[in-house]
T-cell receptor, first 114, second 113 residues
Framework: DADVTQTPRNRITKTGKRIMLECSQT?????MYWYRQDPGLGLRLIYY???????NKGEISDGYSVSRQAQAKFSLSLESAIPNQTALYFC?????????????FGSGTRLTVV | TQLLKQSPQFLSIQEGENLTVYCNSS?????LQWYRQEPGEGPVLLVT?????EVKKLKRLTFQFGDARKDSSLHITAAQTGDTGLYLC?????????????FGKGTLLTVNP
């Protein structure tokens, strides 16, 4: 099993629908992150969580919400999906002081909003 | 404003050639990392550099962190087709407990047989 698992891998949804992307990890890391990747824009941070009771907005949190259900689970929700939320979404984890350790990424969820 | 600027954006070379890609910023970073991403997958960490002037080698890949900790380079010797991918640099400015990464947009490398 992968260290960081994202489900679903691919999803097509309609404008206005609510959708949840899920992330689970077996690394035992406290910190979890959600990024989106768009061509020409790179990886941008949506939300991050340093432990179960800590949730923080990233640079592009509007239109998104998150839930940290347990140390190992961090979900990203789009309350009312819109076409410009079409992107590749990545979940990542890290240890507490990660400067020397880096992130471990999941394989991504490709989301298309039509 | 782009915090980490990577160049070139695209690079296409023949197998066996050498190449260097760059990651530049006007900000100081407490650590800087390089990742490689293949199509359909998440980025995978290659190396972390934390000390100004540091040089790290990973087989045919050489990573350097600038003396002022504002820039970095990745040099690949005798590139192979398996080196094809998107190379991302990422930096942490906060250090310590507030650690989170900012990513550059990447260099898309294609190594042709």
């Amino acid at each position: 099993d992968a260290d960081v698992t994202q489900t679903p891998r691919n999803r097509i949804t309609k404008t206005g629908k609510r959708i949840m992307l899920e992330c689970s990890q077996t690394k035992g890391h406290d910190r979890m992150y959600w990024y989106r990747q768009d061509p020409g824009l790179g990886l941008r941070l949506i939300y991050y969580s340093f432990d179960v009771k800590d949730i923080n907005k990233g640079e592009i949190s509007d239109g998104y919400s998150v839930s940290r259900q347990a140390q190992a689970k961090f979900s990203l929700s789009l309350e009312s999906a819109i076409p410009n939320q079409t992107a590749l979404y990545f979940c990542a984890t890290s240890v507490g002081t990660g400067g020397n350790y880096g992130y471990t990424f999941g394989s991504g969820t490709r989301l298309t909003v039509v | 404003t782009q915090l980490l600027k990577q160049s070139p954006q695209f690079l296409s070379i023949q197998e066996g050639e050498n190449l260097t890609v760059y990651c530049n910023s006007s900000s100081v970073f407490s650590s800087l990392q390089w990742y490689r991403q293949e199509p359909g997958e998440g980025p995978v960490l290659l190396v972390t550099v934390v000390t100004g002037g540091e040089v790290k080698k990973l087989k045919r890949l050489t990573f350097q962190f600038g003396d002022a900790r504002k820039d970095s380079s990745l040099h690949i010797t005798a590139a192979q087709t398996g080196d094809t991918g998107l190379y991302l640099c990422a930096g942490d400015r906060s250090g310590g407990s507030n650690y989170k990464l900012t990513f550059g947009k990447g260099t898309l490398l294609t190594v042709n047989p």
